[in-house]
């Protein structure tokens, strides 16, 4: 269970006991609003033993004196607040969580000494919280110390701003974003043997309580379809696969939707080309790119944003057997492009290739975006820092590179061009599944392009970023619902109304 927060917004506060959260601005100041002015100089004291100068992101804890409203203060550094960002709003909010863990109740001033800050401020603070609250325990049947402390209540927390009927607002954002995100990481970190492609459509199908219009199609319909490429990976796999089509219409009828587009595969062996056993069991994650895909359709909908957008996500699994796909072997993909197998391992573009093509087909989306943990090759050069992006679309892909910076999702703009395109040429069929070793991720960029026409798109290499990369102060968890957040703010930024 993830620790629970029930949070409230007030212009003031009396505290009496519990903890209470101050900011302190590097020249000295405190939170503006708060009743603990320090008139003991006992923050000062500790602040000079503890060596602590209110940098940025910093932390002081102490136990209140004698005579203090509260029991516990803890005092966050914010150095200079004028220059903090959004994303320091949110590392705020998850250094202050991470405190208030275990504790059953919390006063937290968090006006910038000095200033007020605003609503947006206020929810980003809170979108911290929330984002840090998140971890994944269900198959541990020993409860945590904190889950023990907290006995299945929430903390109780009361942020105190001067525009806090605005802050009340902004939160059902705020939750909405936090919810996306930890439904995807909670698909990542999922078992494979619970969460397989039925399983995975299931989750889609659960949208449909928001408002989302979700259709899912089986074997037997895409085989109708001739998706012959991701048809020939799920063969070797006694769990059948299904393609996940979630459709959010909060636009104008008349309007081309966006379109997102994941890499599902549920569990990769590697197939008949089989990966070395040390560390296969990450290969779970080998959906963070439909996790996030559907993370985001929860948030576009839960904030019932101004929006007609598609996802799409093809679910597999990747698995050796009698009856799995063989390097040599030629599959037709929907689009009629034959491939021809070189390595089984290289399954997430033949997956991905059809669900493009089908897409495109069927809605013309103004743009497709797909998220995919497809080669190692990117983490080589990149890795688990940037992600890699791939796009036909100089204006696209300056508006995924920009909403990257603001969410803190970064990414990174990699080459695509005719002497890489030419190297997955094949001798047999119209193109090959890999172009082997050399410029591995842009050789996998490449075979994409390859199905998806006119229409502007960007592929997003996750495989360095969805899964094991390094905690931070709004992230603890293995699955890191990498993706959610910065398609969310390309939507905010550019394609509503
Ligand atoms: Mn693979
Ligand atoms: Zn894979």
Same mark, same amino acid.
């Given at each position: 269970? $993830? ?7 007030? %212009? @003031? =506060? &009396? /505290?009496?006991?519990?903890? +209470?959260?101050?900011?302190? !601005? ?117 409860? $945590? ?7 299945? %209540? @929430? =903390? &109780? /927390?009361?942020?105190?701003? +001067?525009?806090?009927?605005? !802050? ?139 929006v007609n957008a598609v996802g799409i996500i093809g ?92 969410a803190n999702e970064k990414l990174w703009r990699m ?80 394609y509503e109304a």
């Amino acid at each position: 269970m $993830s620790v629970k927060f029930d949070i409230s917004f007030a %212009k @003031s =506060a &009396k /505290i009496s006991g519990g903890l +209470a959260v101050l900011l302190k !601005a590097g020249d000295g100041e405190l939170a503006a609003g708060t009743e603990i002015a320090d008139p003991a100089g006992i923050i000062a004291k500790a602040s000079k033993i503890a060596k602590f100068s209110a940098k940025a992101m910093s932390a002081l804890d102490l136990v209140a004196p004698e005579g203090s409203p509260a029991d516990r203060l803890f005092v966050i550094g914010i150095g200079k607040p004028q220059d903090l960002t959004s994303h320091d709003w949110l590392k705020l909010g998850g250094i202050a969580a991470a405190k208030v863990k275990g504790a059953d109740k919390a006063t937290i001033f968090i006006d910038a000494p000095g200033a007020a800050i605003t609503a947006k401020a206020a929810a980003d603070f809170s979108l911290g919280m929330l984002l840090r609250a998140y971890s994944f325990d269900t198959y541990k049947t020993k409860k $945590s110390e904190e889950d023990e402390k907290a006995n299945g %209540k @929430s =903390a &109780k /927390i009361t942020i105190v701003t +001067a525009d806090a009927s605005g !802050a009340k607002k902004a939160l059902a954002d705020s939750e909405a974003v936090a919810e996306g995100v930890n439904l995807a990481r909670d698909l990542v970190n999922e078992p494979p043997n619970v969460l397989g492609p039925v399983e995975f459509a299931a989750k889609a199908k659960e949208l449909e309580k928001l408002g989302v219009e979700v259709e899912i199609l089986t074997e037997r319909e895409m085989k109708r379809l001739g998706m012959g490429a991701l048809l020939g990976v799920a063969q070797g796999s006694v769990r059948p696969p299904r393609l996940a089509i979630m459709h959010w219409k909060g636009g104008k009828a008349k309007d081309r939707p966006i379109a997102f587009i994941g890499k599902g595969v549920v569990f990769d062996t590697g197939g008949i080309s089989i990966k070395p056993a040390a560390g296969m069991e990450d290969m779970k994650g080998d959906m963070g790119g439909a996790a996030a895909v559907i993370g985001l359709m929860h948030v576009l909908a839960a904030r019932k944003a101004d929006v007609n957008a598609v996802g799409i996500i093809g679910l597999v699994e990747n698995m050796p057997d009698g009856n799995a796909q063989r390097p040599g072997d030629i599959v037709t993909s929907m689009s009629g492009q034959t491939i021809e197998i070189i390595n089984t391992d290289a399954e997430g573009r033949l997956v991905l290739c059809d669900a493009l093509w089908y897409c495109n087909d069927r809605f013309k989306p103004r743009f497709m975006i797909n998220l995919a943990t497809l080669t190692g090759a990117i983490m080589v050069a990149l890795g688990n820092v940037h992600a890699g992006l791939f796009s036909n679309d100089d204006t696209l892909s300056a508006q995924l590179t920009s909403a990257g910076l603001t969410a803190n999702e970064k990414l990174w703009r990699m080459p695509l061009g005719r002497d890489y395109d030419k190297m997955i040429d094949s001798k047999f069929a119209d193109m090959k599944n890999t172009g082997g070793r050399y410029a591995g991720s842009i050789t996998a960029a490449h075979f994409l392009k390859r199905f998806v026409q006119e229409t502007p798109w960007a592929h997003l290499d996750i495989a360095g970023t969805a899964l094991g990369s390094p905690q931070d102060e709004i992230n603890q968890s293995w699955g890191s619902g990498f993706g959610v957040r910065l398609l969310d703010q390309l939507v905010r930024d550019h394609y509503e109304a």
